[in-house]
């Protein structure tokens, strides 16, 4: 399992940026594999970058660890294939490392941005509210969460991963990362 990794990072990293350079089109290039737009802003706006991606990347480390090693359960309490529970949650995991390390950002966060968009459609297909009542206004044993009186479910925090990942995509990982080292200027 840890060969295909490693073979799709390689060839993500030296094969695909020379496919991408041969195209004679100024806006492909190898720094695509990073971000939307090519710049890597210092300072603070890098700093407000670094923390937006560190920290986006840490909460989708804390979400796909338990979805990998309970993998089964929670295809079943989605009711989607295996496969695709797979998929979704090795890309939470291995997107929020890339994502924290500021390497390869565009990357990571388009497969974790179509997960997210997969989430809130099965919420809205099964006519979850956008922002559900709050815990504690709703009665006594009305919503039970794993561990006794939890949030309810809406696809509000799915639309904010959304939003959140599509400003790094199109903003970048900032100065203070890997793929500012390989494709900054």
């Given at each position: 399992?840890?060969?295909?990794?490693?073979?799709?990072?390689?060839?993500?990293?030296?094969?695909?940026?020379?496919?991408?350079?041969?195209?004679?089109?100024?806006f492909l290039g190898p720094y695509l594999l990073s971000s939307i737009s090519h710049a890597y802003p210092g300072?603070?706006?890098?700093?407000?970058?670094?923390?937006?991606?560190?920290?986006?990347?840490?909460?989708?480390?804390?979400?796909?660890?338990?979805?990998?090693?309970?993998?089964?359960?929670?295809?079943?309490?989605?009711?989607?294939?295996?496969?695709?529970?797979?998929?979704?949650?090795?890309?939470?995991?291995?997107?929020?490392?890339?994502?924290?390390?500021?390497?390869?950002?565009?990357?990571?966060?388009?497969?974790?941005?179509?997960?997210?968009?997969?989430?809130?459609?099965?919420?809205?297909?099964?006519?979850?509210?956008?922002?559900?009542?709050?815990?504690?206004?709703?009665?006594?044993?009305?919503?039970?969460?794993?561990?006794?009186?939890?949030?309810?479910?809406?696809?509000?925090?799915?639309?904010?991963?959304?939003?959140?990942?599509?400003?790094?995509?199109?903003?970048?990982?900032?100065?203070?990362?890997?793929?500012?080292?390989?494709?900054?200027?």
């Amino acid at each position: 399992m840890i060969y295909k990794f490693v073979l799709g990072v390689a060839i993500a990293v030296w094969v695909l940026p020379k496919v991408i350079a041969s195209v004679n089109y100024p806006f492909l290039g190898p720094y695509l594999l990073s971000s939307i737009s090519h710049a890597y802003p210092g300072g603070f706006p890098g700093l407000a970058l670094l923390l937006l991606r560190v920290s986006v990347g840490g909460l989708f480390l804390i979400h796909g660890y338990p979805k990998v090693l309970h993998l089964r359960r929670w295809a079943e309490s989605i009711k989607t294939p295996v496969f695709l529970c797979f998929i979704s949650a090795w890309t939470m995991l291995g997107g929020g490392f890339f994502l924290i390390l500021g390497f390869l950002t565009l990357l990571a966060t388009l497969p974790i941005l179509a997960s997210m968009l997969f989430a809130i459609l099965l919420h809205l297909i099964e006519g979850k509210p956008f922002v559900a009542t709050d815990p504690y206004l709703i009665p006594n044993d009305q919503y039970k969460g794993p561990l006794g009186k939890g949030e309810p479910p809406s696809w509000e925090k799915a639309l904010m991963y959304c939003v959140m990942l599509i400003a790094i995509a199109i903003l970048g990982p900032g100065a203070y990362s890997i793929d500012a080292a390989i494709f900054g200027r």
